[in-house]
C-alpha cells in the first residue's frame, strides 16, 4: 500500500467512549501531523511530531491524546469528546517539518453521539 | 495568523479562468496551496516560498504581490477537474515560523 492511511474511514462513538485514530505513511517521511476540519472552518493543526518527538500542541484539549511509536505510525487517542468533537480528522506526512509539501490521509469522519 | 482568501466561492464555465487570492496582514514566508474535491483528502498543488515571485504548473500559477502579504492562484482554461475547495496554508515571519495555518477555503465549480 502507498502514500497515508487511515483506519477507521468512519467513527460514531459516545461521550463516554475511548478510541484511537490511526495513520500509517508509506512515504518514508520524517514529520506527521493531526488536523481537525469541521464544516465551514478552515483546516486546523492539533499536532505536530517530526522524528517521532511532538514539536507541535495547538492548544488541543486534553481528551485527544496523541502518540507517535515511530515515523510511519501516528495515533490519536480519543476519550470522553464532546459533540463539538465531530469533525473529520486528517492525517498528513510530510518529508521534514517546515515548507515541505503535505500529503493528506483520506481522513476519519468522526461523529460524537 | 490566519490567512483570509477570497472569493469564498466562484462558478466558472469550462474553459473560462480564475483567480484566488489569499492575504495576510503580515510578510509571508511562504504560501501553500491544496486542492480537496469532495470527500477526499486535500492534495498539494504548489508551495511559493519568499524569494520566488511566481510559480507555474501546466495551467495553474501562483504568485506574490509586492509586499509579499497576498499570494494569488491562477486557473487557466478551467477544465471540469478544476472543481473543488482550493486551500491557502500561510507561514510567516522573516525565517519561517514553520507552522502552516489554513485559510477557510474558496470553493470552485467548473461547468461544462
Known amino acids: 500500500e502507498t502514500g497515508v492511511t487511515q483506519t477507521p474511514r468512519h467513527l460514531v462513538m459516545g461521550m463516554t467512549n475511548k478510541k484511537s485514530l490511526k495513520c500509517e505513511q508509506h512515504?518514508?517521511?520524517?514529520?506527521m501531523y493531526w488536523y481537525k476540519q469541521s464544516a465551514k472552518k478552515p483546516l486546523e493543526l492539533m499536532f505536530v511530531?517530526?522524528?517521532?518527538?511532538?514539536?507541535e500542541n495547538n492548544s488541543v484539549p486534553s481528551r485527544f491524546s496523541p502518540e507517535c511509536p515511530n515515523s510511519s505510525h501516528l495515533f490519536l487517542h480519543l476519550h470522553t469528546l464532546q459533540p463539538e468533537d465531530s469533525a473529520l480528522y486528517l492525517c498528513?506526512?510530510?518529508?521534514?517539518?517546515?515548507?515541505?509539501?503535505?500529503?493528506f490521509g483520506p481522513g476519519t469522519r468522526l461523529t460524537v453521539t | 495568523q490566519q490567512p483570509v482568501q477570497s472569493p469564498q466561492a466562484v462558478i466558472l464555465r469550462e474553459g473560462e479562468d480564475a483567480v484566488i487570492n489569499c492575504s495576510s496582514s503580515k510578510a509571508l514566508y511562504s504560501v501553500h496551496w491544496y486542492r480537496q474535491k469532495h470527500g477526499e483528502a486535500p492534495v498539494f498543488l504548489m508551495i511559493l516560498l519568499k524569494g520566488g515571485e511566481q510559480m507555474r504548473h501546466e495551467k495553474i500559477s501562483v504568485s506574490f504581490n509586492e509586499k509579499k502579504q497576498q499570494s494569488s492562484l491562477y486557473l487557466t482554461a478551467s477544465q471540469l477537474s478544476y472543481s473543488g475547495t482550493y486551500f491557502c496554508?500561510?507561514?510567516?515571519?522573516?525565517?519561517?515560523?514553520?507552522?502552516?495555518?489554513f485559510g477557510k477555503g474558496t470553493k470552485l465549480t467548473v461547468n461544462p
Open positions: 498528513a506526512s510530510s518529508q521534514d517539518w517546515g515548507y515541505y509539501e503535505q500529503y
Open positions: 496554508g500561510t507561514e510567516d515571519g522573516e525565517g519561517g515560523s514553520e507552522k502552516l495555518v
Open positions: 512515504l518514508g517521511h520524517n514529520a
Open positions: 511530531y517530526s522524528l517521532e518527538e511532538r514539536v
